[in-house]
């Protein structure tokens, strides 16, 4: 029998039983630490109440018409009725029952929850003795009812006159504060309000409305949460582990703290590679294999210690850090850890400084931050923060939300910023030096971070201006497939020529933002010649002469593998959109999804920088410039307006602040250390990202333009090549290439590419056209996607027949990703083959017989440069394709080719692209 219990408060005209019917997910997760109760509250819900939070409710209409719904009390002004009876039911089936250690409660449940804690805290313990914690769900605040107090006075303060209250009283119990993003009877901000009278709370947001979230994240939430205050036994409970990508960047972060900081001790268990010549100190994956979660602690100290020592505590504090399985994404769990008594360290002085460190955490939210919750720390106690009184922080939450402080510092746009002007001729001449970084590191392939790993989803972005083409481009790249699907109809009596087609694609339209929100597809890339095993013609004899045939995951053309990659069409832009114009902002954001990007250009000239049609000719060349102007003017603006805290905090605060462009710190180090080489070898200043306080404008602008250039590599679609204006355009922008962060250009007709792919999905023909197919879009893709040097490895189960691994006939029969019969048809007809699952005969994918010949080099993975073969064993674990641990495994380059040996640590390439992995778990 489970011993701990958790009282399940409902909402307004709910019923505990109704409540517990849809938190049996949550229930079935936590069954052996907690037993959940959910009474019924006291009274009947009766129209007569007055006020709005009455309304409160998580009831359908046919619920809200049942006369049985309850209530906990019944409002009248500022006198909660019934509320005394309330209280008193619940505290004897608190005391009766036993075992009750916290409380789950939702909208107007939770308001009598953060009654019940008010009063558990103005008591010291006496009241619901043994309360551990609290959960608010939609939780909101009001003034404490009138009543509330003649309850106090009557049932506690005649044995004790020690109980006082006053509104401002906080709330020290654990507290986690759950609130949905679409909630249109209780807001975030309502919520968030709540939780800031209580000490170090937890927030989660979920996606959802006005209810219990009970989905797989959330119920992580709940988990996290409990686990915290050791409700869980953990081998009672899964551990839910990080991503490649998380994991990834959790451990970068930890090796630098421990660089940095020598106060940085690491909690969470390691397993050290040699322990024999180990280093204590090195952190480095090299040296150690992390174990999740990681937590760990950093002993906060004054960075003068004879100058600021009377402004720390007397005695030592640390900070903890717990990463939870979805940082930086979210914020790291934190607290404070000392040894100090109430006089020594008080607890508003404790609340200051986790206010203090959660505004951090929520400004550099989507980042790594624990650096800058050292940096901030130290900055509360040496501006004085422990002097600060209790009213103090009351006058602060009255005159200005948490929410409000932040969006003020990151939208003023007359920020006082230290970095020194320039002029405009130097802005110019820092850009274009930027420029040439980015070339210099695209030369040498230096662009990526080297640290390798799986490329999971590879985005192409497409840019450009408004009604440029970008959406037909879309179209004929990804056979008219977005996420959010379409079924394939003509409109007119089956007029192909509609100027807005009503296939599943993007919307097309000959006016500005067409496009409203992010379209996203799947796209096909032909590989690289030499970029495959099959590009060696003895190989494919090998394979002729044993009679095997050569396979294909998703198809050919021309010979060439195709290989999936993401497509996101995003919103038109517009000249001055980081500032907001057009639909800029939300444009810029998309941005950071991409690996890289297409500018797709109306090379015709008949169109302004906004989109709209005009009647004499204007050179396309200009719309190069302010594309990747706007990019350059987002990045810059946003690093801009921290740069007193940048000066403070030293290099690596602007290391954070380029990471959160979703990149690694090993990538921003490179872009830091080819800027660093530039300007000493021509400005003959060394170490200037020591020395931040001197930079200015020029000197920022040429450090984004090399980031934004080598983070964003932009290929060109020199699109409606068919209009006779657009041929000297075309002409002269490729001779000028690279330019303006264009490396790679490919002219093309998007719109008769798209009529090709539409034709063929919606009468689907087999008959060979080919000769009407230019394949431009496809070329366009491919020059893309070799910007990014992606690795191919090629996965197989044995290297005599260079069979498919068996754990990857679900991704080459079930994946999102493959062709649809429509996109098959498409590709035979423009002289392609269909994947080698696909059967023509039943019009869809299957698995072949047992004794049926597998095709060989089926399957290809993306991965990073610099990836190890280890990294491939451990996509291929990850993606549960492989089981076990790994014992060895064989490479080869080329089909026939006798493979050989390789190391777990080899870096993986041409020479060993065919790769068999052996485990100690045998291959289903």
């Known amino acids: 029998?489970?011993?701990?219990?958790?009282?399940?408060?409902?909402?307004?005209?709910?019923?505990?039983?109704?409540?517990?019917?849809?938190?049996?997910?949550?229930?079935?997760?936590?069954?052996?630490?907690?037993?959940?109760?959910?009474?019924?509250?006291?009274?009947?819900?009766?129209?007569?109440?007055?006020?709005?939070?009455?309304?409160?409710?998580?009831?359908?209409?046919?619920?809200?018409?049942?006369?049985?719904?309850?209530?906990?009390?019944?409002?009248?002004?500022?006198?909660?009725?019934?509320?005394?009876?309330?209280?008193?039911?619940?505290?004897?089936?608190?005391?009766?029952?036993?075992?009750?250690?916290?409380?789950?409660?939702?909208?107007?449940?939770?308001?009598?929850?953060?009654?019940?804690?008010?009063?558990?805290?103005?008591?010291?313990?006496?009241?619901?003795?043994?309360?551990?914690?609290?959960?608010?769900?939609s939780g909101y605040i009001s003034p404490m009812p009138t009543n509330f107090m003649t309850h106090l006075e009557d049932q506690w303060c005649q044995y004790n006159n020690n109980f006082h209250f006053d509104e401002s009283i906080r709330i020290s119990l654990p507290s986690l504060h759950v609130m949905g993003s679409t909630d249109k009877l209780v807001s975030i901000q309502e919520s968030k309000e709540l939780s800031d009278l209580y000490s170090e709370p937890m927030i989660h947001i979920h996606s959802g409305g006005h209810h219990v979230p009970v989905k797989a994240r959330d119920i992580e939430q709940y988990i996290m949460f409990w686990r915290k205050l050791q409700c869980f036994d953990e081998?009672?409970?899964?551990?839910?582990?990080?991503?490649?990508?998380?994991?990834?960047?959790?451990?970068?972060?930890?090796?630098?703290?421990?660089?940095?900081?020598p106060t940085f001790r690491l909690l969470s268990e390691t397993e050290i590679n040699d322990p024999d010549n180990a280093d204590p100190d090195d952190y480095s994956q090299k040296c150690r294999k992390y174990a999740h979660p990681i937590c760990y602690t950093i002993l906060l100290q004054p960075e003068d210690e004879e100058m600021q020592q009377e402004l720390w505590p007397p005695k030592t504090?640390?900070?903890?850090?717990?990463?939870?399985?979805?940082?930086?994404?979210?914020?790291?769990?934190i607290s404070l850890q000392h040894e100090m008594?109430?006089?020594?360290?008080?607890?508003?002085?404790?609340?200051?400084?986790?206010?203090?460190?959660?505004?951090?955490?929520?400004?550099?939210?989507?980042?790594?931050?624990?650096?800058?919750?050292?940096?901030?720390?130290?900055?509360?106690?040496?501006?004085?923060?422990?002097?600060?009184?209790?009213?103090?922080?009351?006058?602060?939450?009255?005159?200005?939300?948490?929410d409000e402080a932040i969006e003020k510092e990151l939208q003023d746009q007359s920020f006082a910023s230290s970095l020194q002007p320039a002029s405009g001729a130097r802005i110019e001449k820092c850009r274009r030096e930027g420029w040439l970084?980015?070339?210099?590191?695209?030369?040498?392939?230096?662009?990526?971070?080297?640290?390798?790993?799986?490329?999971?989803?590879?985005?192409?972005?497409?840019?450009?201006?408004?009604?440029?083409?970008?959406?037909?481009?879309?179209?004929?790249?990804?056979?008219?497939?977005?996420?959010?699907?379409?079924?394939?109809?003509?409109?007119?009596?089956?007029n192909e020529d509609e100027d807005i087609i009503t296939l599943g694609g993007a919307a097309m339209a000959p006016h500005p933002f067409t496009t409203i929100d992010p379209n996203i597809g799947f796209c096909f890339v032909p590989t690289m010649d030499g970029s495959c095993p099959e590009d060696d013609e003895e190989g494919c004899e090998f394979l002729s002469k044993l009679g095997i045939p050569l396979g294909s995951c998703h198809g050919r053309v021309d010979e060439r593998r195709l290989i999936p990659v993401v497509l996101k069409d995003v919103a038109g832009l517009v000249p001055g959109a980081y500032e907001g114009r057009g639909k800029?902002?939300?444009?810029?954001?998309?941005?950071?999804?991409?690996?890289?990007?297409?500018?797709?250009?109306?090379?015709?000239?008949?169109?302004?920088?906004?989109?709209?049609?005009?009647?004499?000719?204007?050179?396309?060349?200009?719309?190069?410039?302010?594309?990747?102007?706007?990019?350059?003017a987002w990045v810059f603006t946003n690093v801009k307006q921290k740069w007193d805290s940048v000066v403070r905090r030293g290099r690596s605060k602007l290391l954070g602040l380029f990471s959160g462009y979703k990149q690694s710190q090993s990538f921003v180090e490179d872009i830091f250390t080819a800027v660093e080489n530039f300007v000493r070898e021509n400005d003959g200043r060394?170490?200037?990202?020591?020395?931040?306080?001197?930079?200015?404008?020029?000197?920022?602008?040429?450090?984004?333009?090399?980031?934004?250039?080598?983070?964003?590599?932009?290929?060109?679609?020199?699109?409606?090549?068919?209009?006779?204006?657009?041929?000297?355009?075309?002409?002269?922008?490729?001779?000028?290439?690279?330019?303006?962060?264009?490396?790679?250009?490919?002219?093309?007709?998007?719109?008769?590419?798209?009529?090709?792919?539409?034709?063929?999905?919606?009468?689907?023909?087999?008959?060979?056209?080919?000769?009407?197919?230019?394949?431009?879009?496809?070329?366009?893709?491919?020059?893309?996607?070799?910007?990014?040097?992606?690795?191919?490895?090629?996965?197989?189960?044995?290297?005599?027949?260079?069979?498919?691994l068996p754990g990857l006939n679900n991704f080459a029969t079930r994946d999102p990703s493959l062709p649809s019969k429509g996109f098959i048809s498409c590709l035979e007809s423009a002289g392609g083959t269909a994947p080698s699952?696909?059967?023509?005969?039943?019009?869809?994918?299957?698995?072949?017989?047992?004794?049926?010949?597998?095709?060989?080099?089926?399957?290809?993975?993306?991965?990073?440069?610099?990836?190890?073969?280890?990294?491939?064993?451990?996509?291929?674990?990850?993606?549960?394709?492989?089981?076990?641990?790994?014992?060895?495994?064989?490479?080869?380059?080329?089909?026939?080719?006798?493979?050989?040996?390789v190391s777990k640590l080899d870096i993986v390439g041409n020479g060993n692209r065919i790769l068999m992995i052996m485990t100690t778990k045998r291959q289903k």
């Open 1 to 137: 029998m489970v011993g701990n219990k958790i009282l399940v408060l409902h909402g307004n005209r709910q019923t505990g039983e109704l409540l517990l019917g849809r938190l049996v997910k949550l229930q079935n997760a936590v069954a052996k630490e907690f037993q959940f109760v959910a009474p019924d509250a006291p009274f009947l819900f009766a129209d007569g109440d007055d006020d709005l939070e009455e309304s409160r409710h998580d009831s359908n209409d046919l619920e809200s018409s049942l006369r049985w719904q309850r209530t906990w009390w019944h409002r009248r002004g500022n006198v909660y009725h019934g509320l005394e009876e309330s209280i008193t039911m619940m505290e004897h089936l608190w005391n009766d029952d036993g075992g009750f250690v916290g409380i789950l409660a939702f909208s107007q449940g939770s308001r009598f929850a953060h009654i019940i804690s008010t009063l558990h805290t103005v008591t010291n313990g006496d009241a619901f003795r043994g309360l551990r914690s609290v959960v608010h769900v």
């Open 235 to 261: 081998p009672a409970v899964t551990c839910t582990y990080p991503d490649e990508e998380h994991a990834q960047a959790q451990i970068d972060e930890v090796y630098a703290l421990s660089q940095i900081f």
């Open 317 to 333: 504090i640390s900070l903890h850090v717990k990463y939870p399985p979805d940082y930086p994404d979210c914020p790291p769990i």
């Open 341 to 402: 008594n109430y006089f020594e360290f008080s607890s508003n002085q404790s609340d200051l400084l986790m206010k203090k460190l959660t505004l951090t955490m929520n400004d550099e939210q989507g980042m790594p931050c624990v650096m800058s919750l050292v940096y901030a720390a130290r900055d509360f106690f040496g501006e004085g923060g422990l002097a600060k009184r209790p009213a103090a922080l009351q006058q602060e939450e009255k005159s200005v939300s948490k």
């Open 437 to 494: 970084i980015a070339l210099k590191m695209m030369e040498n392939k230096s662009n990526n971070s080297g640290k390798g790993g799986s490329w999971k989803q590879f985005t192409i972005g497409l840019v450009g201006k408004p009604s440029a083409g970008k959406s037909t481009f879309f179209n004929a790249a990804t056979a008219f497939a977005r996420q959010r699907g379409g079924i394939p109809t003509t409109k007119n009596n089956g």
């Open 584 to 632: 800029g902002n939300k444009f810029l954001d998309d941005l950071t999804d991409a690996d890289v990007l297409i500018h797709v250009l109306d090379a015709s000239g008949k169109a302004d920088s906004e989109g709209n049609k005009v009647l004499d000719i204007i050179n396309p060349i200009n719309d190069l410039e302010w594309i990747s102007n706007e990019i350059v």
């Open 686 to 804: 060394d170490s200037v990202f020591d020395k931040l306080e001197s930079f200015d404008d020029g000197d920022l602008y040429r450090l984004v333009s090399a980031f934004v250039m080598a983070r964003f590599p932009m290929g060109l679609a020199l699109n409606k090549n068919d209009i006779l204006s657009s041929a000297p355009f075309i002409e002269e922008i490729t001779s000028k290439l690279p330019i303006h962060g264009c490396f790679v250009a490919q002219d093309l007709s998007a719109d008769k590419e798209m009529r090709f792919i539409r034709h063929h999905i919606l009468h689907q023909s087999i008959a060979s056209t080919a000769s009407n197919f230019e394949g431009s879009v496809w070329r366009c893709l491919q020059k893309a996607f070799s910007l990014r040097s992606p690795v191919l490895v090629f996965p197989v189960s044995e290297m005599q027949t260079y069979a498919p």
């Open 837 to 901: 699952n696909w059967d023509n005969n039943k019009d869809m994918y299957v698995i072949q017989g047992k004794n049926e010949i597998k095709p060989a080099l089926r399957d290809v993975i993306l991965m990073k440069p610099g990836s190890t073969v280890n990294d491939v064993f451990l996509t291929l674990k990850n993606m549960k394709v492989l089981e076990g641990e790994f014992v060895r495994a064989e490479a080869a380059s080329k089909l026939g080719e006798k493979p050989k040996l």
